[in-house]
């Protein structure tokens, strides 16, 4: 693997590690103002056109993989 693709990936597993975190620290609370513009962020990452720039995962179905791993439901 080269630098480039390391790079790549340690930035998508860095914004699920974020939304798992968001995830739990909203399922305690949801008044939680940061968790929950950590979690739109990592929503828009998920979103867009960068995340299929980094890798061939399909951004949706990671969210609904890891929002299944935390047990988190959408309100």
Known sequence: MNGY???A???VEKAAEDYIKALKALK???NNCT????KKDCERFFKSQWIQ???TIDGEWLMD???KE????DC
């Open 70 to 73: 935390v047990g988190y439901h």
């Open 53 to 55: 720039v980094l890798t």
């Open 5 to 7: 693709q390391s790079l």
């Open 9 to 11: 990936n340690a930035i």
């Open 35 to 38: 968790a929950e513009c950590m």
């Open 28 to 30: 305690k609370g949801r």
């Open 65 to 67: 993989t890891l929002k």
